[in-house]
């Protein structure tokens, strides 16, 4: 475990300036209205294509995975016309210098190089004040392109070598100011990869999107989700299917073995 668990979820009720929201979270108040969210079957056929916007003819999934900037508006509904659901990958935890709102970021809110990704930069995730018109703005972004759901990304910095001394605390407190951003915009929101804060965040989030938790020995942490009727969508890169679909398919999860570059090359456990 990276850190000592939290004894119980002691931002229930976070305070925020006025300037990012509030961020007043329980679970009554972000899931109150799950039916008004479109939100993901436990069992969902589904693809991630990040490295390039897809092309038709697509996959024959359920939903698809794309990039919120470079998908159009247009493609969402290609994508909707074919019965298929679409969810907004953005970046929420870090800064990538491509991106066209990137001058948006102050100098201040920029931490150190991601490992393996020398075009981004941690942010500090306790300026919620500064980040949040920026990723607000993100998220209507994929709002006003049609988007179903919000993959947000980059929300386990606190685990990470970011350059800021980034608490587990401030890390729930960012990720619930994520998902009651996004369920306000009507837009239902994934857990990235943020295992270790499963128990505390679950009640908040509406399905997890993970990598490599075969590879990890990691794969229990996300059993909560499935126990709670929540899709898991899952990822490996290095393992073969055929070391890990028969276990994802035993835990009910939605696993894919995908190249590292995210194209559209995939192989699905079922």
């Given at each position: 475990?990276?850190?000592?668990?939290?004894?119980?979820?002691?931002?229930?009720?976070?305070?925020?300036?006025?300037?990012?929201?509030?961020?007043?979270?329980?679970?009554?108040?972000?899931?109150?209205?799950?039916?008004?969210l479109w939100i993901p079957a436990v069992h969902s056929s589904w693809q991630i294509q990040l490295s390039d916007a897809p092309t038709a003819p697509f996959a024959s999934v359920a939903i698809y995975d794309i990039d919120g900037f470079d998908a159009s508006a247009s493609l969402v509904a290609q994508l909707h016309a074919q019965h298929i659901h679409v969810l907004?990958?953005?970046?929420?935890?870090?800064?990538?210098?491509?991106?066209?709102?990137?001058?948006?970021?102050?100098?201040?809110?920029?931490?150190?190089?991601?490992?393996?990704?020398?075009?981004?930069?941690?942010?500090?995730?306790?300026?919620?004040?500064?980040?949040?018109?920026?990723?607000?703005?993100?998220?209507?972004?994929?709002?006003?392109?049609?988007?179903?759901?919000?993959?947000?990304?980059?929300?386990?910095?606190?685990?990470?070598?970011?350059?800021?001394?980034?608490?587990?605390?401030?890390?729930?407190?960012?990720?619930?100011?994520?998902?009651?951003?996004?369920?306000?915009?009507?837009?239902?929101?994934?857990?990235?990869?943020?295992?270790?804060?499963?128990?505390?965040?679950?009640?908040?989030?509406?399905?997890?999107?993970?990598?490599?938790?075969?590879?990890?020995?990691?794969?229990?942490?996300?059993?909560?989700?499935?126990?709670?009727?929540?899709?898991?969508?899952?990822?490996?890169?290095?393992?073969?299917?055929?070391?890990?679909?028969?276990?994802?398919?035993?835990?009910?999860?939605?696993?894919?073995?995908?190249?590292?570059?995210?194209?559209?090359?995939?192989?699905?456990?079922?």
């Amino acid at each position: 475990m990276k850190y000592s668990r939290l004894g119980s979820v002691f931002v229930l009720m976070i305070l925020c300036s006025a300037s990012c929201g509030s961020v007043n979270a329980t679970p009554a108040q972000t899931v109150s209205s799950r039916a008004a969210l479109w939100i993901p079957a436990v069992h969902s056929s589904w693809q991630i294509q990040l490295s390039d916007a897809p092309t038709a003819p697509f996959a024959s999934v359920a939903i698809y995975d794309i990039d919120g900037f470079d998908a159009s508006a247009s493609l969402v509904a290609q994508l909707h016309a074919q019965h298929i659901h679409v969810l907004c990958y953005i970046d929420v935890g870090s800064w990538e210098n491509f991106r066209p709102d990137a001058g948006r970021f102050s100098t201040q809110l920029l931490g150190k190089t991601l490992n393996g990704y020398p075009n981004e930069r941690w942010l500090d995730i306790r300026q919620i004040a500064a980040l949040a018109p920026i990723l607000t703005a993100r998220m209507q972004m994929c709002k006003n392109k049609g988007f179903d759901a919000i993959d947000p990304d980059n929300v386990n910095g606190y685990e990470n070598d970011t350059g800021f001394p980034l608490t587990a605390q401030e890390q729930i407190q960012f990720n619930l100011f994520i998902a009651q951003t996004a369920h306000s915009l009507g837009l239902s929101v994934g857990l990235k990869n943020d295992i270790d804060q499963i128990p505390e965040l679950l009640p908040y989030f509406d399905w997890a999107l993970n990598e490599q938790c075969f590879e990890y020995q990691e794969c229990s942490t996300l059993l909560p989700f499935i126990q709670s009727g929540k899709a898991v969508f899952e990822i490996e890169y290095n393992l073969k299917p055929s070391q890990f679909c028969s276990q994802a398919n035993a835990l009910d999860f939605n696993s894919l073995f995908k190249n590292v570059s995210l194209d559209a090359f995939r192989i699905p456990c079922r």
